[in-house]
């Protein structure tokens, strides 16, 4: 259908009278042949409203799924269908139908102008879509433009592991124009301005919510417009309590099993403390392998020192008590050892180089008689050295069995005593700043 254009006067100021055009009437649209031939005179390279006011851009985001959150590289990946609704007047057609819209292919969407928009804390975007036909480009009879994509992208997250296990993370996502400053684009959130699936399930962490704000600055070429939206991440702590936890307190409590072992036994005793520090310090370097290398100290990093203190500390429990016990066995053995020799050598100080004595008056009989009595005497002494020796170091084991003993009772109740006094204070500061489910 032809368009039919009317002629009116204006007058000026100083009374002159202007004839002026309207502009013409938005083109009727039966089809979409005839919509594309607005694209004929179309030149994308201009924004709407090119010598009037900034652009006003909305956005809104749904969030598909969030995945692949690293904490050693801090990034994650998102998938999300990205909206942005603007007016190009332009685009203004008469409608053939009611509620009828251009539904423009997306081979089009190359000819059409669109706002300048990129992520501004992307690490990555190599990822394709396994369709080419992944966005969307509607339009309304008042030139209202709806622009839709389907992104996958990698961002990046700073995080902080102070509270780790027990921590949350914040993680950001920062989009605006590259090009366009606020005199010709002007961007603002749609709300809701963020839309979730439901279904999004995270095996180590909980999505607590989202924000968004604005994050626009000046810069030293003007002033650049800036939309943030930030979602929250709670870690889930049941791995943690179940796979670092318990065992490592279960290693602590089977430390103190060597209290009721005797310090006799050293081979026991030493056999199961080695391998009760060697398994913490195993498990306490599985526990930094999956984050980065940081100069500051984690939750878990002061539980896992704790645990090897305390494994550490019962092997040296077991080293001071069989020291004292050896040490005051052999100290006993050798003073009585010392006193036997000495009386031993004033009773046989009468004997000369292994020359008996003899009076000149005895007879030969005597002589035999006192040298088996003095044979029968030597044999007397060295069989009362001998149950000296053998006394002494029963007297002496026994006070050493003693004083071990009494290390060992003291440390049954001085390790599990101060061990559960850490866990009540460890627990109630971390869990009480803990914002998650266990």
Not at 178 to 196: F, H, N, Q, R, S
Request: glycine content about 4%; aromatic content about 14%; overall charge neutral.
């Amino acid at each position: 259908m032809p368009t039919t254009t009317t002629r009116a006067e204006t007058t000026t100021p100083s009374g002159t009278q202007v004839a002026t055009t309207p502009p013409p009437a938005p083109p009727e649209m039966n089809s979409m042949r005839d919509f594309y031939r607005i694209l004929e005179t179309y030149d994308m390279r201009i924004r709407p409203n090119d010598q009037g006011p900034g652009v006003h851009v909305l956005m809104q985001m749904y969030v598909e799924s969030i995945a692949s959150i690293s904490e050693i590289s801090m990034d994650y990946v998102i998938t999300f269908y990205f909206r942005m609704w603007w007016n190009d007047p332009r685009f203004r057609f008469t409608p053939t139908q009611p509620n009828q819209t251009a539904q423009l292919h997306v081979a089009a969407r190359s000819l059409v102008w669109t706002p300048d928009v990129y992520f501004l804390n992307e690490k990555d975007a190599g990822y394709r879509a396994s369709s080419a036909f992944t966005s969307l480009l509607w339009v309304w009879p008042n030139g209202d433009i709806l622009s839709s994509q389907k992104k996958t992208l990698k961002n990046s997250c700073p995080m902080d592991f102070r509270m780790y296990p027990f921590d949350a993370q914040f993680c950001k996502i920062q989009l605006g124009p590259y090009g366009m400053t606020t005199d010709d684009l002007v961007i603002e959130w749609k709300e809701p301005a963020v839309e979730t699936n439901p279904g999004i399930e995270l095996p180590e962490y909980v999505i607590d919510g989202w924000t968004w704000t604005s994050c626009g600055g000046n810069y030293s070429i003007g002033e650049f417009g800036c939309n943030q939206a930030t979602f929250k991440l709670v870690r889930s702590v049941g791995y943690y309590i179940t796979q670092t936890y318990v065992p490592s307190a279960l290693i602590v409590a089977l430390s103190w099993l060597t209290f009721w072992i005797s310090p006799l036994q050293a081979p026991a005793r030493v056999a199961l403390g080695i391998t009760t520090v060697l398994t913490s310090t195993t498990l306490t370097s599985a526990t930094r392998s999956s984050i980065p290398r940081f100069s500051y100290i984690r939750a878990i990093d002061i539980w896992m020192l704790v645990c090897t203190i305390y494994v550490f500390t019962a092997l040296v429990e077991f080293a001071a008590a069989h020291h004292f016990s050896r040490r005051k066995q052999e100290s006993q053995i050798s003073n009585q050892m010392y006193k036997n020799k000495d009386r031993r050598r004033k009773k046989w100080a009468f004997q000369t180089n292994g020359i008996l004595k003899v009076h000149p008056f005895q007879n030969e009989k005597d002589v035999v008689t006192d040298g088996k009595d003095k044979k029968k005497e030597n044999q007397d002494v060295e069989e009362d050295f001998d149950e000296d020796v053998a006394q002494a170091m029963a007297e002496s084991d026994e006070r050493g069995q003693m004083i071990a003993a009494k290390i060992d009772l003291m440390s049954k109740i001085f390790f599990p005593a101060t061990f559960i006094l850490f866990n009540i204070i460890y627990w109630a500061v971390y869990m009480g700043s803990y914002e998650g489910k266990v």
